[in-house]
């Protein structure tokens, strides 16, 4: 293990009362970001078989809908905070991810809710429409359903790659127009300058990434347009990247003038300043689809806590402890989070700070030397940390 690994996540816009969570240190075998990446793709781990799950759809205004997939524990009361989990590009509500870490949640007393976007997973052929980065009106769509049914119960927003951009410019507009009984938002690598991550996804090797995704979109596409025969013929053939998909595709069936347009309309850069509610967003520097330029450029407010690990892939952050069942330091650094902010089961928490290879062990990782920047009517203190080196 090399001096890098171990190095603590630069963390921005920390509260100095704060318990630290354990930095994120990579499992020896897996330390780059194209490893952590796949790993946590491929890695399925014991099979989850979540209790009941309410299946419902949500009729949004335009006459699409969207399935969402309701669990709770026993005995949750109308009162218990909820979840909403948003998923990825080419992702959906039944991913193996979205069940690991629905799984996780219910365990510390939460409710969880699902989002199959417009055309995913089982929702496709229940819209004409499709999903973009930009779709954050569907996500308020789910919060008002949710504050309509559960009026006195919290609602964290938790997104996740293309979700995590969506959450967070939700967040944003939420300044304006407020989104009933939003309490907090969570993104684990969002693609917030989605222009950026395209442009990085068209050099070598990530071009095989980027057709591995557009294969997959396009397939979704074809099958959708053969269940709505309404939308009529499409010819994708000529389709090679995810620019050329946004260019001929995302965009005219969204009302964007061409993928330039919808990039700047969609991406959470620009509502990240107005974020009134606390949050955590997590990345790695070493993401091989999302680069993190975008996230120094951008001035996220005090209470949204910004941890950029210098390891950790696209979703992989497989790591060398283990957290309770597995190696998801993400999972539990989300789960963390969400139970301190709630008041959920302290020893749920315990079990999630303290590493399962030294449970004895309560040291806390060293704090980076950050310069302290001015926070009014906060009670957080935060900090603001210089680029680190990956090398």
């Known amino acids: 293990m090399t001096e890098s690994d171990t190095q603590p996540s630069l963390a921005s816009n920390v509260s100095s009362t704060d318990v630290e969570f354990p930095p994120f240190e990579p499992h020896p075998m897996f330390r780059g ?3 952590q990446t796949l790993v946590g793709f491929l890695a399925k781990g014991k099979p989850i078989v979540l209790p009941m799950v309410e299946r419902s759809e949500l009729l949004l205004d335009d006459g699409d809908k969207l399935v969402l997939l309701e669990s709770a524990p026993r005995n949750c009361t109308v009162d218990r905070p909820i979840v909403v989990l948003v998923h990825g590009l080419a992702g959906h509500a039944e991913s193996d991810y979205q069940i690991r870490f629905t799984d996780r949640l219910l365990r510390l007393g939460l409710r969880v809710v699902r ?5 995913a997973g089982s929702g496709l052929g229940l819209s004409k429409g499709i999903y973009h980065g930009g779709r954050s009106e569907d996500i308020r769509a789910v919060a008002e ?3 309509r049914r559960f009026p006195e119960a919290p609602i964290g927003l938790v997104g996740l790659s293309l979700g995590g951009n969506i959450v967070l410019k939700l967040a944003g507009e939420a300044a304006d127009r407020p989104v009933p009984n939003l309490d907090c938002v969570l993104a684990a690598n969002p693609p917030i300058d989605l222009a950026v991550c395209c442009s990085n996804m068209r050099r070598f090797p990530l071009t095989l990434y980027d057709r591995f995704f557009v294969r997959q979109l396009i397939a979704d596409i074809q099958r959708l347009h053969t269940m709505v025969p309404d939308l009529g013929p499409v010819d994708l053939a000529k389709v090679r990247s995810m620019l050329e998909f946004d260019q001929h595709y995302t965009a005219p069936r969204n009302g964007f003038s061409g993928a330039m347009d919808y990039y700047r309309k969609a991406s959470a850069a620009p509502y990240i300043p107005q974020i009134q509610v606390p949050g955590l967003v997590v990345h790695a520097l070493d993401d091989p689809f999302i680069p993190a330029e975008p996230f120094f450029s951008v001035n996220f407010p005090c209470q949204i806590r910004l941890e950029l690990a210098l390891r950790g892939g696209h979703l992989g952050f497989v790591s060398r402890q283990r957290w309770e069942t597995d190696r998801r330091w ?6 963390d989070w969400l139970a301190r902010r709630w008041g959920r089961s302290e020893d749920a928490a315990g079990v999630l700070l303290i590493p399962q290879e030294n449970p004895e062990s309560t040291t806390i990782p060293p704090r980076i030397e950050n310069q302290v920047l001015p926070c009014p009517d906060r009670n957080t203190q935060p900090t603001n940390s210089p680029r680190p080196s990956t090398s």
């Open 33 to 35: 970001g194209h490893a």
């Open 115 to 119: 989002v199959n976007l417009r055309s």
């Open 145 to 147: 359903h949710l504050a």
């Open 330 to 335: 993400l999972d539990a650094r989300f789960a």
